[in-house]
C-alpha cells in the first residue's frame, strides 16, 4: 500500500530544505479558516425578532445542544466552556465531514493533529481547576494521600492525553480504511452508504473527544472540591 494513504503527513507536497508542507498541515489551516469565515458571515447580521434566518436557526441549534451537553455532564454554568469545548468539537467534526470529498485528507487522521488536540485538552485541566480553585487548591491533589503519589499522578495525566490522541486517531483512520476498502470491494452497489458510514463515524468521534474532554475538565474540578469539604 502507498504510504500516502495511510496517514496525511506522508502526503508532502511542497518542500524546502527541512521545511515540508504536507496535508496535515493544508487541510488544518484550511478548516481554520472555513470555521474563521463561516464564523463571521454567520454572526454577522444576527437578528433578535420573532422570525429568523433559517442559517441563525441552525446555528442556534447546535450551540443550545452543546449547551445542554455540557450542562448535564458538568452541572454548572456551560458558558466558560463553550468556547473550548465547542471549538474541539466543530474542527474535529469539520474535519471530518469534509473526507467526502475528493482529494481530501482529515487531519485528524494524523497523530500529530491529534496529539496537538489533546495537548489543547492537557492544557484545559489544570487552566479550568486553577480558575476555579486557585493554584494550591489544585496541585495539593498531586501530593494526595501522600506526596509519593506526586509522580504516579503526573503519569496519569500524561498517558490519559496519549491515550486520547491514540484514540482519535485510530478510530478515524481505521474508519476511512474500512470505507475505502468496502468501496474498493464493491464500488457500484454501495458508495452512497459508505460515505454516510465515513460521515457518522466522523461526528460520533467528534462528540467523543469533545465529551472526555469535558468529563476530564469537570472530574478535576470536582476532586478540589470534595478535597475542600469539611470533615476531609
Known amino acids: ?24 498541515i493544508v487541510f488544518t489551516w484550511l478548516i481554520m479558516g472555513l470555521l474563521t469565515l463561516g464564523s463571521w ?9 420573532p422570525a429568523i ?16 451537553q455540557i450542562t448535564e455532564i458538568s452541572r454548572r454554568d456551560p458558558n466558560p466552556f463553550i468556547p473550548f469545548i ?18 481530501y485528507h482529515a487531519p485528524t487522521g494524523s497523530l500529530s493533529t491529534t496529539t496537538a ?21 489544585y496541585f495539593k491533589h498531586y501530593f494526595q494521600p501522600t506526596m509519593f503519589m506526586f509522580p504516579f499522578h503526573v503519569i496519569g495525566e ?9 484514540r482519535l486517531f485510530g478510530n478515524v483512520m481505521s474508519g476511512s480504511k474500512i470505507v475505502v476498502i468496502l468501496l ?21 468521534q467528534a462528540y467523543i473527544f469533545a ?13 478540589h472540591e470534595r478535597q475542600q469539604e469539611p470533615g476531609d
Not at 474498493?184 to 460520533?204: K, N, S, T
Open 158 to 166: 500524561i498517558s490519559r492525553t496519549v491515550a486520547l490522541a491514540i
Open 184 to 204: 474498493a470491494i464493491a464500488p457500484l452497489f454501495f458508495p452512497i452508504l459508505m460515505h454516510a458510514l465515513e460521515l457518522l463515524i466522523g461526528l460520533i
Open 41 to 49: 458571515l454567520a454572526t454577522r447580521r444576527f437578528s433578535t425578532g
Open 86 to 103: 465547542g471549538t474541539l468539537f466543530l474542527f474535529i467534526a469539520l474535519a471530518n465531514t469534509l473526507s467526502i470529498l475528493p482529494a
Open 117 to 137: 488536540l489533546s495537548l489543547c485538552v492537557f492544557i484545559a485541566v489544570p487552566y479550568f481547576g486553577i480558575r476555579h480553585q486557585g493554584v494550591y487548591g
Open 53 to 68: 434566518p433559517r442559517w441563525q436557526n441552525f446555528l442556534e441549534i447546535i450551540v443550545l445542544t452543546i449547551r445542554e
Open 211 to 223: 465529551i472526555l474532554a469535558m468529563v476530564y475538565i469537570v472530574s478535576a474540578m470536582q476532586l
Open 1 to 24: 500500500m502507498d504510504t500516502s494513504t495511510i496517514t496525511p503527513d506522508h502526503l508532502v507536497w511542497w518542500q524546502w530544505g527541512m521545511i515540508k508542507l504536507n496535508a496535515t
